[in-house]
DNA sequence: ATATTACTTAGCTATTTAGCTAATAAGATT
DNA sequence: AATCTTATTAGCTAAATAGCTAAGTAATAT
């Protein structure tokens, strides 16, 4: 489970508009770190594969965006790798996944706990 | 559906840990506002209710408390009314679906379109 | 009418943040 | 070996943030 100290870093990570950017780019980009295991050779959205290439799609300078990914990492929503002279960037989707379990059950309990109380439901207006 | 903005900004709330514990305060602490107009005079959890019972709970000035909870009404995570004297203050539950909605769209895309690209699944390690 | 309660606004300070350039490190290429 | 590419680190500045106290507003209670 993700405890505060890790959500706050998340939502932290995730209240810059550059960094926001930079992680739906990353999302949304393509996953060459992976394919290039599983398909060397093939390339397919290579938008986010590297931290200049990152760098490029926005109108600042690489050091920014390199201290941008650093705190996207450490917030533990994207990993790097690596390999040769480049870092590889990738979504961690399990974190992302356990987030979107958080808010669900924050949800869920809500709406278990107004029925328990009130004997309603939420389809009654 | 959630613009960018408005992510954001929910985003830079919940980033802050006073901020993040306020939230759960009102989020667990109970709903005497809604209960007031459903069952006047009765009381339950009256922990969360107003601005500076809120502020009981936290080592910080009145004034800090108000401005988070400022914030985190801009954010639209929570919605306050003032009735009388007092502002009531409750969870915006919809906006927090909305955000679980989002999460859990952004995986399941994620796991759709890996299946879809590489002909697994996420069971197939 | 006055005092009290509940909250916000104003104005301040210390710290953090987000950007920059220049310098450095470490691979890759020639 | 020398150079180019990729990325990070260091050191800087302007702006934003999070806290405070004091003062102000508005409703309630005496």
């Known amino acids: 489970m993700l405890d505060m100290e890790r959500k706050l870093k998340i939502f932290k ?3 810059n508009q550059t960094r ?3 992680f739906k780019n990353v999302f949304t980009g393509g ?3 992976s394919l290039d295991k599983v398909q060397p050779g ?3 959205n290579p938008i986010a594969t590297c931290v200049s290439t990152v760098a490029e799609h926005f109108n600042f300078s690489l050091p920014t965006i390199s201290a941008h990914i650093k705190e996207l990492k450490e917030a533990n929503i994207i990993t ?3 390999k040769g002279n480049k ?3 990738e979504p961690n989707i399990e974190i992302i996944r356990e987030l979107a379990e958080c808010f669900q059950t924050l949800v869920t309990n809500f ?3 107004r029925e328990l109380f009130f004997g309603d439901t ?3 207006g």
């Open 13 to 15: 990570a995730l209240s």
């Open 31 to 33: 996953y060459t770190c």
């Open 80 to 82: 790097v790798e690596k």
């Open 42 to 44: 093939v390339k397919v």
């Open 87 to 89: 870092v590889y960037i």
């Open 20 to 22: 926001f950017m930079i």
């Open 111 to 113: 709406d278990n706990n």
């Open 122 to 124: 939420l389809s009654v």
